[in-house]
């Protein structure tokens, strides 16, 4: 399951349950949750930006690309 996030320059971005699950794994693993939730979104910013490297390529061979975060990362999907 997935949720369309919002798009950057026209490259959509979605978020897959499981990196939800992270974001609150992470929170309520420690005593403090708010570091938890930090650590989580820093994460997923950090693979964000990667893949948005990867949709900036495609997207420049107009491949029409997609970015989904889940998890364990993520991933640009686009045309063949």
């Known amino acids: ?3 369309q996030l919002y798009s950057i320059g ?5 978020l897959s349950i499981w990196a939800l699950l992270l974001v609150g794994w992470l ?14 979104l820093g994460i997923l910013l950090s693979v964000l930006i ?3 490297g ?3 390529v495609a997207a420049r061979y107009r491949l029409q ?3 989904t975060l889940h998890a ?4 640009t999907l686009h045309q063949p």
Request: charged share 10%; no cysteine; aromatic share 18%.
């Open 65 to 67: 690309p997609s970015i």
């Open 10 to 14: 026209g490259i959509p971005v979605r």
């Open 72 to 75: 364990f990362g993520g991933y």
């Open 27 to 40: 929170a309520f693993r420690n005593a403090d949750p708010v570091s938890g939730i930090f650590l989580a």
């Open 50 to 52: 990667h893949e948005y």
């Open 1 to 3: 399951m997935q949720f």
């Open 54 to 56: 990867h949709a900036l």
